[in-house]
């Protein structure tokens, strides 16, 4: 079945550096690519998501690539603050009404002061 | 413009029991999916509804079914409860854009505790 990977479990980077998340995907079909970020006891929340039919999004600090070749897609925070610790999770789905969205198990980031 | 909503936002059953969770999606949606999510994991996909019908599922027990209601409202059943049951259950809403689905947007969840 479908299955999305993520890496790595837990991430811990000094006030300021760039923090990145990888993930992989297996269905081949997947064209679509949320991230969610999940504060404890929250709810997730989106923060920047990508077609297949692009390379690479922005938005301020944040950044997705994919390379569909590869099947991998990757979360880039820079210039990271206090409030970008949480968990962060990556999904992929076919983007079609009648598809499931395939999360994978999160990635703890923690920021350093 | 409310978001989505669900309720009641913690349960505590015995094992055995049944137990029923509500969601009323973000307003202009149309499309409800509900998700599992055990302490640590990510959410897991248990079924999507949408035209009142379940459109897909993932890899979850008969135990657990859901209802969609003509205002897109909908229900998560879970029957013959497990320890194992005792998760977070988020419900998510969205609707279409051209033949895409337009991202999704959770609930608050629900905390079911299994005793």
């Known amino acids: 079945g479908e299955n999305v990977e993520q890496h790595p479990s837990t991430l811990s980077v000094q006030e300021g550096d760039s923090a990145v998340i990888k993930c992989t995907y297996s269905?081949?079909?997947?064209?679509?690519f949320p991230w969610y970020k999940q504060e404890l006891g929250k709810r997730p929340q989106l923060i920047i998501d990508?077609?297949?039919?692009?390379g690479e999004k922005k938005d301020q600090r944040i950044a997705v690539t994919l390379n569909k070749t590869a099947k991998h897609f990757s979360l880039h925070i820079t210039e990271t603050q206090p409030e970008d610790s949480a968990v962060y999770f990556c999904?992929?789905?076919?983007?079609?009404?009648?598809?499931?969205?395939?999360f994978g198990k999160g990635t703890r980031l923690h920021i350093l002061p | 413009d409310a978001g989505v909503t669900q309720s009641p936002t913690h349960l505590i059953k015995t094992r055995g029991q049944q137990v029923t969770l509500r969601c009323s999606p973000k307003?202009?949606?149309?499309?409800v999916s509900w998700y599992q999510q055990a302490l640590g994991q990510g959410p897991q996909f248990i079924f999507q509804?949408?035209?009142?019908?379940?459109?897909q599922r993932g890899n979850f027990p008969d135990r657990f079914s859901g209802h969609q209601f003509p205002n897109y409202s909908s229900e998560l059943n879970v029957n013959a409860l497990l320890l194992g049951d005792s998760a977070l259950y988020l419900c998510?809403?969205?609707?279409?854009?051209?033949?895409?689905?337009?991202?999704?947007?959770f609930g608050p969840g629900t905390r079911l505790t299994v005793t």
């Open positions: 999904a992929a789905s076919r983007g079609n009404r009648d598809d499931k969205i395939i």
């Open positions: 509804y949408y035209e009142e019908e379940e459109r």
């Open positions: 990508i077609r297949s039919n692009v």
């Open positions: 269905d081949s079909a997947s064209n679509y």
């Open positions: 307003s202009g949606h149309d499309t």
């Open positions: 998510a809403s969205s609707t279409l854009q051209g033949a895409h689905l337009k991202e999704q947007y």
